[in-house]
């Protein structure tokens, strides 16, 4: 179904939380919490680990694909 820009729509949204940032606010997310960057600058240190995850919204994706 297209979202409000004609783009894809993935449903990510009706799985997540959103919380309203503001400056000088943080907070501590444990490990395998999927989350995102917020729209203000987003500071994100991290401990050292050997284990890497990345999850990716492809619901753009032939868009980029066809250009390879």
Same mark, same amino acid.
């Given at each position: 179904m297209?979202?409000? &820009?004609? *783009?894809?729509?993935?449903? @990510? &949204?009706? &799985?997540?939380?959103?919380? *309203? $940032?503001?400056?000088?606010?943080?907070? $501590? @997310?444990p490990p395998c919490v999927l989350h995102a960057p917020g729209s203000l600058v987003t500071y994100e240190p991290q401990w050292g680990s050997d284990v890497f995850g990345m999850y990716q919204s492809w619901s753009r994706a032939a868009r980029y694909l066809a250009r390879c």
């Open positions: 297209p979202g409000p &820009l004609g *783009r894809g729509d993935n449903g @990510i &949204l009706d &799985l997540s939380k959103a919380y *309203r $940032l503001k400056p000088g606010t943080g907070w $501590l @997310i």
